[in-house]
């Protein structure tokens, strides 16, 4: 018998061996265990995920947003969402592991998209970007749409959920229509009046800061 065989055969290898399997099978019956706790809405899960995934999930989406840390907070906190919604049951730790990488990239990217689309918002609300650096050169991108939500935040609840999903979400006038029971030219009207509140405020807001 060689050396090597010896040596892998040794009581002190043998231990590491069946410590290291052992800790392999109390990993996956760990994650086997909450990923079924996750999938019946468990809250103690939730916490559980959080406490364990939490800081791993937000230093992923950090490298995804490219070190933009309101882009990573914010597709974290959706992140979270959509697992307590869609939960599945992981026998093992890396599948589990892979799983929440792919949630939290598509809710990252799903984010860079309402993000570009407030902008658009901002553009047919007549704010162009040197507007904003008249009045801030650090952080003024953070800034305009925290003034931008305060400014949808005002508006009644049936107002903002058409603002909402015309601009942010991307819905069709045809849905919003139905979805109303406004006609189509009602609810461009209702949009253009909206849009003008928007800037308004937006301008007043833009002003006293």
Known sequence: MSASITQNLSPASLIKTRNTHRADVAEAASVAELTRRLAAHDEEAFRE????????????????????????????QETLLRVARNARVFDE???????????????????????????????????????????????????????????????????????EGKYLDGVATKELSSSTGLTEKAVESRLLRLRRQLRDRLLKKLNER
């Open 93 to 163: 730790e890396e599948a589990f592991w892979c799983w929440l990488k792919a949630v939290a990239r598509n809710a990252a990217r799903d984010g860079g998209r309402r993000q570009k689309r407030y902008f658009t918002l901002l553009e047919r609300l007549s704010l162009r970007w040197n507007t904003v650096e008249q009045r801030a050169n650090d952080g003024a991108e953070s800034r305009l749409q925290t003034i931008l939500d305060e400014s949808l935040a005002e508006l009644s609840p049936d107002e903002r959920s058409l603002v």
């Open 49 to 76: 995920l959080h406490t364990r995934y939490f800081d791993r999930l937000y230093q992923f989406l950090l490298v995804i947003a490219r070190g933009q840390e309101h882009e990573a907070r914010d597709a974290l």
